[in-house]
């Protein structure tokens, strides 16, 4: 039960943390800006739809603390690549 | 009428609302958790941290001071709870719940003093970003006596340990330097900037 609360809440992160990078880069482009935005929303609401989040679970602010931090790392890495492959095209 | 009757009298008042107003009932219910209000204020400093060019010069410590001031929130809340340990609103009150019980002590709000450390830190280095992160706190902190959780005077405390801890924090200016351009070197190192 808390391992599934915990990879729903590193897929949260990872793509919120994915979308701010992408706002948070963008300079001059909307179109990545937009991305981002699109994306931080569609991830706020598949997490707070798909189940309800005000119920009692065994998960401590340390171990949230500690998923945040990996998905923001994988969410770094993942912009690294998508920008990689833009350049390249 | 001392500050303790005072305390719950604002408490029944405030939590008097739940449940009569359906919308009310939804922004709060989505905020009130452990998750939003965190996750919404790290990501702004998320933000901050990559948005360098566009955002002042220097910006980019209120990652580390975040961070250490949140560690300190949390040890003064675990040392706090060791002496003082107050029942929730619902064991002594008839209390309109919205949320689940929880089982630790009450007094101070754990999750204002997160969400007033995360916006404090954000409002020191961005003013504009720092008024909507504080705003956004206020109501999670509202939020906890709406639904039925917390009385007022540990969300005030749990406030005041927030921003105490990261005036405190910020204090260190040579360390949080340091702190700021070690993991800038590290992100650098492993080729991670933008």
């Known amino acids: 039960m808390e391992i599934y609360y915990l990879v729903d809440y590193f897929l949260f992160t990872f793509f919120a943390n994915l979308g701010v990078i992408q706002m948070s880069i963008a300079k001059n482009s909307s179109l990545r800006f937009n991305l981002g935005l699109i994306i931080i929303v569609l991830s706020y609401f598949w997490f707070f739809s798909s189940k309800d989040r005000n119920i009692p679970t065994i998960v401590e602010g340390a171990q949230l603390f500690v998923v945040f931090g990996g998905a923001a790392f994988f969410a770094i890495l993942a912009a690294k690549i998508f920008a990689f492959s833009i350049k390249k095209k | ?194």
Do not use: C
């Not at chain 2, 922004?27 to 209000?37: A, M, R, S």
């Not at chain 2, 706090?80 to 209390?95: A, G, H, K, Y």
């Not at chain 2, 204002?112 to 720092?130: D, E, M, Q, T, Y």
């Open chain 2, 1 to 194: 009428m001392n500050w303790l009757s005072l305390d719950k009298n604002l408490f029944l008042f405030i939590n008097g609302f739940a449940g009569n107003t359906p919308l009310l009932d939804f922004l709060v219910q989505l905020v009130v958790n452990e998750y939003f209000v965190p996750v919404t204020l790290t990501l702004v400093i998320v933000y901050i941290w990559f948005g360098r060019g566009k955002l002042n010069k220097g910006s980019r410590q209120v990652l580390p001071i975040a961070a250490l001031s949140v560690g300190l929130v949390n040890l003064l809340i675990a040392f706090s709870n060791q002496f003082i340990i107050r029942t929730r609103p619902f064991d002594e009150l008839v209390t309109n719940m919205l949320f689940y019980k929880p089982t630790d002590p009450s007094f101070p709000s754990n999750a204002a003093a997160v969400g007033f450390a995360l916006a404090v830190s954000i409002l020191l280095v961005n003013r504009k970003l720092g008024v909507y992160s504080l705003a956004l706190a206020a109501f999670y902190g509202v939020s906890r006596v709406y639904v039925g959780v917390h009385f007022p005077s540990d969300v005030i405390v749990g406030v005041l340990i927030g921003i105490i801890s990261v005036l405190f924090v910020s204090n260190f200016k040579r360390s949080i330097r340091l702190l700021t351009s070690k993991i800038e070197d590290f992100q650098s190192r492993l080729n991670l900037e933008f």
